[in-house]
T-cell receptor, first 111, second 113 residues
Framework: SQTIHQWPATLVQPVGSPLSLECTVE??????LYWYRQAAGRGLQLLFY??????ISSEVPQNLSASRPQDRQFILSSKKLLLSDSGFYLC??????????FGDGTRLSIL | GQQLNQSPQSMFIQEGEDVSMNCTSS?????WLWYKQDPGEGPVLLIA???AGELTSNGRLTAQFGITRKDSFLNISASIPSDVGIYFC?????????????WGLGTSLAVNP
């Protein structure tokens, strides 16, 4: 069966520091991969999605970037974090069609 | 970006009561999904609907794909304390990019034991 792993679970970073969040999927090949951010409380905002290695679509202009160096690996990065980057970051995967399945998320706090 | 209209925004109910929530869209969708999110965790898929008029159950949960393809509802019968959480609807539009889900803003459910 397929599983998705995200790490770290929580992260506290100072303003201006770099960021790297990692997501990996097991048990499937060529998944579509997604990064979401969820502000305190509610809605999911799609940040990036990828349909293959090296293929990244950015949904909103922001201080973040994403990369997909391997088929089942999706990385969210920043060179310099802002206070507004705080939030709950979720990685998800799906097959060519069908529902998305989520990791357990990373709680990012910027000080 | 596009969003689904999900209501109610929050619900406070007594244990044992039934719950109903819904999502509507101004455009046609070909897939409706319902997720539940517990605090500090990622959303978990509850029910997936792929056909207009489809009615699907998962234990005490029942969801329907509206016949107009522009809405869906989720019912929870005989609520229990572990039903507490945020419920999200999501859909795949009929046209455009079929890889991106459109999301509702969630219904926060509190159950009084």
């Amino acid at each position: 069966s397929q599983t998705i792993h995200q790490w770290p679970a929580t992260l506290v970073q100072p303003v201006g520091s770099p960021l790297s969040l990692e997501c990996t999927v097991e048990g499937t090949s060529n998944p579509n991969l997604y990064w979401y951010r969820q502000a305190a409380g509610r809605g999911l905002q799609l940040l990036f999605y990828s349909v293959g290695i090296g293929q990244i679509s950015s949904e909103v202009p922001q201080n973040l970037s994403a990369s997909r160096p391997q088929d089942r690996q999706f990385i969210l990065s920043s060179k310099k974090l802002l206070l507004s980057d705080s939030g709950f970051y979720l990685c998800a995967w799906t097959g060519d069609q069908g529902p998305q399945h989520f990791g357990d998320g990373t709680r990012l706090s910027i000080l | 970006g596009q969003q689904l209209n999900q209501s109610p925004q929050s619900m406070f109910i007594q244990e044992g009561e039934d719950v109903s929530m819904n999502c509507t869209s101004s455009s046609i969708f070909n897939t409706w999904l319902w997720y539940k999110q517990d605090p500090g965790e990622g959303p978990v898929l509850l029910i997936a609907l792929y056909k207009a008029g489809e009615l699907t159950s998962n234990g005490r949960l029942t969801a329907q794909f509206g016949i107009t393809r522009k809405d869906s509802f989720l019912n929870i019968s005989a609520s229990i304390p572990s039903d507490v959480g945020i419920y999200f609807c999501a859909g795949l539009p009929n046209a455009g990019n079929n890889r991106k889900l459109i999301w509702g803003l969630g219904t926060s459910l509190a159950v009084n034991p």
